[in-house]
């Protein structure tokens, strides 16, 4: 026969449960259980303690046993329910994830570690962002193997740093086979409760080039669209550059290492007019060209989601949207010294050499 647990209060015991059953900040729980404690601390069995409390039986056993075991502590808390969560090891995730692929896939996600390791996906992506992993994300990179790099980068870099006095920095480029994209379907306008919609096929009315050139000191754009991107287009926007620039302003132009802008054609152009200085990019390396930021913005900002019925509307839009640039434009300045930059690329050849003898061997 299962016999109750015999309870023994001390002066400070009983009192402290006394307190408990009298103070209207207590728990109503947290009270009856005190009062489960108090009555059989005077020897009264779980039946009689049941029926005087208007309680079950087994809760009455229940409280009567943790008091016993664990005191007070047993009966201000519920003991957890359930199993006990499963923990991950952050040292076992980041191997996983940095070491391992998902069967037929290129990476992981959360919901597929999460079924490997037998988690909650929400306890992943906890890991994850301690750990600064982001398995969704790539990022394109491209290291630059010309010969000339280093000579190139820190004639470029020294004119933003430090531009000649007397002369204009301007970053050229173009911007080719924009397209003159009109949606088949009109969509919807952004409404309160809806994002506004855009059909996913598209009808093409022909494409433009833009040419333009970033003035690295105040942020202004010279800009011209035209049908092609050969020597002869680039020529014309040189010739535009003239009329458009101080005639007493020695012109340093930035340009990518493409075979137009090296034309003979243009290059007896440049002779004739000295004013002209070219410095060219090294190869796959356009990021040190700055206007390559404006591309950016204006195809984030004009062209992505815009609708064009013809190339001349395109034209018009583009227009507009370079003579609202330069009401008030913004400079970029560059903040990133040569030696930086060399080391960063210094780092990412040699990593990139590791990974190439260790697939050879």
């Given at each position: 026969m299962r016999v109750a647990p015999e309870i023994v209060l001390t002066e400070d015991e009983r009192a402290e449960l006394m307190k408990l059953t009298s103070s209207r900040l207590t728990s109503v729980r947290l009270s009856q259980r005190a009062r489960i404690v108090l009555l059989a601390a005077e020897g009264m069995q779980n039946l009689q303690i049941a029926e005087h409390l208007s309680v079950g039986r087994i809760q009455v056993a229940r409280w009567r046993g943790r008091y016993a075991e664990m005191r007070l502590a047993g009966i201000e808390r519920d003991l957890p329910r359930g199993a006990p969560p499963k923990k991950v090891e952050l040292a076992q995730l980041v191997e996983l994830t940095t070491q391992s692929k998902p069967e037929a896939a290129t990476h992981w996600s959360s919901r597929k570690m999460a079924a490997k390791l037998g988690v909650h996906a929400t306890t992943i992506s906890r890991h994850w962002k301690a750990a600064g992993l982001k398995p969704h994300i790539v990022r394109g990179f491209k290291v630059s193997r010309d010969p000339k790099f280093v000579e190139k980068l820190e004639d470029i870099v020294g004119l933003y740093m430090a531009p000649p006095e007397h002369a204009l920095v301007l970053c050229c480029d173009e911007k080719s086979q924009v397209q003159a994209l009109d949606r088949t379907q009109p969509?919807?306008?952004?409404?309160?409760?809806?994002?506004?919609?855009?059909?996913?096929?598209?009808?093409?009315?022909?494409?433009?080039?833009?040419?333009?050139?970033?003035?690295?000191?105040?942020?202004?754009?010279?800009?011209?669209?035209?049908?092609?991107?050969?020597?002869?287009?680039?020529?014309?926007?040189?010739?535009?550059?003239?009329?458009?620039?101080?005639?007493?302003?020695?012109?340093?132009?930035?340009?990518?290492?493409?075979?137009?802008h090296k034309h003979p054609v243009v290059q007896e152009w440049l002779a004739k007019h000295p004013r002209f200085v070219m410095h060219f990019t090294p190869t796959s390396a356009s990021w040190l060209n700055m206007v390559e930021r404006f591309f950016r913005d204006i195809t984030t900002e004009r062209l992505r989601r815009g609708v064009f019925t013809s190339v001349p509307e395109l034209i018009t839009a583009i227009d507009q949207y370079i003579a609202h640039h330069n009401t008030d434009p913004k400079p970029f300045i560059w903040t990133k010294s040569a030696r930086d930059i060399l080391q960063k690329v210094i780092r990412a050849n040699s990593r990139l050499s590791s990974k190439q003898n260790a697939a050879l061997h």
């Open positions: 969509g919807l306008p952004l409404k309160k409760g809806r994002a506004a919609t855009m059909t996913h096929d598209y009808k093409r009315n022909g494409t433009t080039t833009l040419f333009a050139a970033l003035n690295v000191l105040d942020g202004q754009v010279i800009g011209q669209c035209q049908q092609r991107h050969t020597h002869a287009e680039w020529l014309k926007f040189l010739k535009k550059i003239d009329r458009e620039t101080p005639k007493d302003k020695t012109l340093h132009l930035i340009a990518d290492n493409y075979a137009t």
